[in-house]
């Protein structure tokens, strides 16, 4: 089983949508957790940390499940500038990270 | 500004050929990182760094080398030994202290062995 795993898609979805990934991982001791963005070509962007409580930026919810061991992005009212791929990120132990195969988004106009 | 800088943007090297991979950041960031990746595949940590002059290896150390002389540069090379050198490698930098354990990246170097 994968550390991290997840739906690589393509998800494509309409403009004005609502969209949502999940992401597992398999050490229960997992410390943090993170979505980043990767444009094609680009390096990866810090979209949001999530914490245990869920968080909220904008249009962009995260949520953290340790029970089942997943966190989950949804995206509401989507624009064609979040057509990206999305990596779920978890920390073990203190200095390494742990990426995920990254799901791919698309926007239809 | 602040940010981390890769240089180059693409390298082209021969088979046989060491090549090394300039990475610098201004951020004042005690721990620095290389990946690398691959089509289809996650970002694997090849080495970091959480302090001037130490260095641990990563997932896929074998076929690479780094120095950490100074706080803002960790050079990546890329030695013969690498079988399968061609890649996105990107590098990363966090402040150590506090929380937050956010690595930001910088814009990456695409290697192509000929």
């Known amino acids: 089983r994968k550390e991290v795993e997840q739906d690589p898609g393509p998800f494509n979805v309409p403009e004005g949508a609502t969209v949502a990934f999940n992401c597992t991982y398999s050490?229960?001791?997992?410390?943090?957790f993170f979505w980043y963005r990767q444009d094609c070509r680009k390096e990866p962007k810090l979209l949001m940390s999530?914490?245990?409580s869920g968080n909220e930026d904008g249009r962009f919810t995260a949520q953290l499940n340790r029970a089942s061991q997943y966190i989950s992005l949804l995206i509401r009212d989507s624009k064609l500038s979040d057509s990206a791929t999305y990596l779920c990120v978890v920390l073990f132990g203190n200095e390494k990270l742990t990426f995920g195969t990254g799901t791919r988004l698309t926007i239809i106009p | 500004d602040g940010g981390i800088t890769q240089s180059p943007k693409y390298l082209f090297r021969k088979e046989g050929q060491n090549v090394t991979l300039s990475c610098e950041q201004n951020l004042n960031h005690d721990a620095m990182y290389w990946y690398r990746q691959d089509p289809g595949q996650g970002l694997r940590l090849i080495y970091y760094?959480?302090?001037?002059?130490?260095?641990q290896k990563g997932d896929i150390a074998e076929g690479y080398s780094v120095s950490r002389e100074k706080k803002e540069s960790f050079p990546l090379t890329v030695t013969s030994a690498q079988k399968n050198p061609t890649a996105f490698y990107l590098c990363?930098?966090?402040?150590?202290?506090?929380?937050?354990?956010?690595?930001?990246f910088g814009p990456g170097t695409r290697l192509t062995v000929l």
């Open positions: 760094s959480q302090i001037v002059n130490d260095f």
């Open positions: 999530v914490y245990s």
């Open positions: 990363a930098s966090k402040y150590s202290g506090g929380v937050n354990n956010e690595q930001f």
């Open positions: 050490n229960s001791a997992s410390q943090s």
